[in-house]
């Protein structure tokens, strides 16, 4: 196991509980296009890869779909299990599938794909295990100046403290947000007719404080950023932050432009 995907597997296995309650509302959003995308409905087969507390499962499994979950994170999965009792979920790797080829209409993958070692594996894999004519989409966050927490807290970071601190090497977070990128990584799996579109989605908070807080107890590679930087330098960026928000204030909150990257293809006939 690589540096990288130990930090991700641990970092998800003790972020579960808190990812759920604060990005919960957040991913959600993107879930009607993903599942519109890949053309979910009664008696479509779906993989929900990094299902995660089952977000995307359980909205598919709404609307008719046969579905299963696979994450790599045990506390994950025992959420999903949870909060969708009757669904079925697994353990597993995204970047190497038991799944026989051919055994699906359409697999998902919401967000996940930021977090594997090796993406271009995970997008092979699911274009392996999609039946001739099935669907695969998967999401990602659009680059920093569109999505402000991203920009908020790396701004913080690079203001306040070091933002080349020694972390495991992993892929670039922001590849796929890329329409070029992505549509590049379906082809060169075998996908066709690739669309890559952007989602427009909003994050609210309570709290000025609670971007930070959430940054650091539902997030691994963010959290990893945060955590590495010195004492002193932690509290200006958490300074800095609630400072940042303060531009987002409504009436009952804070409302921040989150959108995500929707990219989907089809496997030829």
Request: hydrophobic residues 45%; contains cysteine.
């Amino acid at each position: 196991m690589s540096a990288f995907r130990d930090l991700e597997h641990q970092g998800w296995n003790a972020a579960a509980n808190e990812y759920d309650g604060a990005f919960a509302r957040l991913t959600s959003q993107s879930v009607p296009e993903m599942l519109k995308a890949v053309e979910a409905g009664p008696g479509v087969r779906l993989l929900d890869l990094a299902c995660g507390p089952g977000y995307v499962t359980a909205e598919a499994a709404k609307r008719g779909a046969k579905v299963l979950g696979l994450d790599f994170s045990a506390s994950m999965l025992a959420i999903a299990a949870r909060l969708n009792p009757g669904l079925e979920f697994v353990e597993g790797d995204a970047e190497s599938l038991k799944q026989a080829d051919g055994s699906f209409d359409a697999v998902t993958m919401n967000f996940g794909v930021l977090h594997l070692d090796h993406p271009d594996r995970a997008i092979a894999e699911a274009a392996r295990v999609l039946a001739p004519g099935g669907r695969f989409a998967f999401t990602v966050w659009a680059p920093p100046e569109q999505t402000a927490a991203f920009r908020i807290v790396l701004g913080a970071v690079a203001r306040c403290g070091k933002a080349d601190v020694p972390l495991p090497p992993g892929p670039p977070f922001f590849q796929f947000s890329d329409a070029a990128v992505s549509k590049k990584a379906l082809e060169t799996a075998g996908l066709s007719d690739t669309r890559v579109i952007t989602i427009p989605q909003t994050w609210r908070f309570t709290k000025s404080s609670d971007l930070f807080d959430t940054m650091m107890a539902g997030t691994v590679r963010t959290a990893a950023l945060l955590k590495a930087q010195t004492p002193q330098a932690l509290e200006a960026i958490r300074g800095a932050i609630e400072q940042e928000m303060t531009a987002f204030k409504t009436a009952d909150g804070y409302a921040l432009p989150m959108p995500s990257v929707l990219s989907s293809g089809r496997k030829p006939r």
